[in-house]
């Protein structure tokens, strides 16, 4: 690395080459503390659900997906061999990411994205990737938003129960059955309903690397947990706060909607590594890492999206606007500081994917036998499209869980695998 970015980032407390070791110990704590009801950055909620054994055959069920950005919905028809048919796809925004919204007026958006299904099935499958506790029922009590989705009077509601009572004021007919998961919940269900032909898993992982971040693995019986049975467990790992923030990562939370919450989440997802970069180039055009010239430029642009930093780094001497800007006023320095700076950024986001895809898989107690690896299913244009991110991510699974622990994993994607999940989910 340069010397000059290496002597900014640790003047700043940000580590570089994150230990991953360290990181897992940290979860792997965190995650009994949750396991054993008390105090846990990571809130391990338990789905009391496991992967059914055989795909649904001759059902109809609504599959509805609430992301950071946006909201989908269709119907899925499972045929008689239990093979899966998607129709009536419609995407729009998810409901509060542009404006704060009320109880009230965030459900009836909602009622309105589903008008298109109205009475096509009674089961919905509904993926609401936010934090919340799965009921023994199937519902689920939103503990907080993240992602910057602005609606304060639903946190406490339970989902599903809110969604029925819109839907009948909107004309609905049908007796409505909904059962609320995770995304990564459903990531891990298509992961178990996608198995090829002549493989075997051990378990199953979910994992979601986009505009948010978690994951979720299923516990098996274990004495430290005499009251758990065997169930799909939410992490909601981009809660986790025992974390090293930088000062720029401090910088940014501070501006968050949500300050002193998801902070790991804050140093990976696609939501955040924008402006988490724009605050870090902020602060080393304070300490004068660059040339004038480039300094005065880089303090015309008032912001960063992960999409513009991902450009510059995939096409440095493309035609991207940050591309344009160096090409106009950067030495050569400037650009090796300038491209170092930001692959230090998503270089820790594949860190902290793999220590959660490792705790994951070590807490699951599977995949000692090569034969019989932990499915990975990772979901996420972060994890699939930002520079360098995946081939890291697997590199560091490599060293950490193969060579250095024994444990086998296998990262898979699916199509449609949210979708799918949900839908699976709504038939469970």
Not at 195 to 215: A, D, Q, R
Request: negative net charge; contains cysteine; hydrophobic residues 35%.
């Amino acid at each position: 690395m340069n010397k000059k970015v290496a002597a900014f980032l640790l003047k700043h407390n940000f580590p570089i080459n994150q230990d991953i070791n360290s990181v897992v110990d940290s979860l792997l704590f965190d995650m009994n503390e949750g396991l054993c009801n008390r105090p846990s950055g990571q809130d391990m909620i338990k789905t009391y659900s496991e992967p059914p054994l055989d795909s649904p055959r001759n059902k109809n069920v609504i599959s509805i997906d609430a992301g950071g950005t946006n909201f989908r919905s269709c119907l899925v028809t499972f045929d008689q061999n239990g093979l899966p048919t998607i129709n009536d796809m419609q995407k729009t925004k998810m409901p509060g990411v542009e404006k704060e919204l009320s109880k009230k007026e965030f459900f009836d958006a909602f009622a309105l994205n589903l008008e298109h299904l109205k009475d096509k099935a009674s089961n919905i499958g509904f993926c609401f990737s936010y934090p919340m506790t799965i009921t023994e029922d199937g519902d689920g009590c939103l503990l907080g938003f993240s992602k910057e989705v602005k609606a304060p009077e639903v946190v406490g509601c339970h989902i599903g129960k809110e969604l029925a009572l819109a839907l009948k004021e909107h004309g609905w007919k049908n007796e409505l059955k909904i059962s609320m998961l995770n995304d990564t919940s459903a990531a891990l269900l298509a992961g178990a309903a996608c198995v090829p032909e002549g493989t075997k898993y051990s378990s199953y992982i979910g994992f979601i690397l986009g505009t948010g971040m978690n994951g979720a693995y299923i516990q098996s019986p274990d004495e430290k947990y005499p009251e758990l049975k065997k169930q799909i467990i939410v992490c909601e790992s981009g809660r986790f706060d025992k974390v090293m923030q930088a000062d720029f990562d401090i910088a940014f939370d501070k501006k968050s909607s949500q300050p002193k919450t998801s902070l790991m989440e804050k140093l990976c997802s696609g939501a955040y590594l924008g402006p988490v970069a724009y605050e870090a180039i902020s602060l080393a055009c304070e300490d004068n890492l660059f040339s004038k010239k480039f300094t005065d430029a880089l303090k015309t642009v008032d912001s960063l999206t992960l999409i513009e930093v991902d450009q510059f780094l995939h096409s440095p001497f493309g035609s991207s606007m940050l591309s344009n800007l160096l090409k106009e006023n950067a030495t050569e320095e400037d650009y090796v500081i300038f491209t170092e700076l930001l692959d230090a950024l998503t270089d820790r986001a594949s860190r902290m994917a793999a220590s959660i895809l490792s705790a994951c898989a070590i807490q699951s107690g599977e995949g000692k036998n090569p034969c019989k690896p932990i499915c990975m299913l990772c979901d996420g244009t972060t994890f699939y499209k930002t520079y360098k991110v995946k081939e890291r991510i697997i590199s560091y699974l490599e060293q950490f869980l193969v060579r250095e622990r024994g444990i086998y994993y296998e990262v898979v994607s699916c199509d449609n695998d949210i979708t799918l999940g949900s839908a699976i989910a709504g038939l469970i």
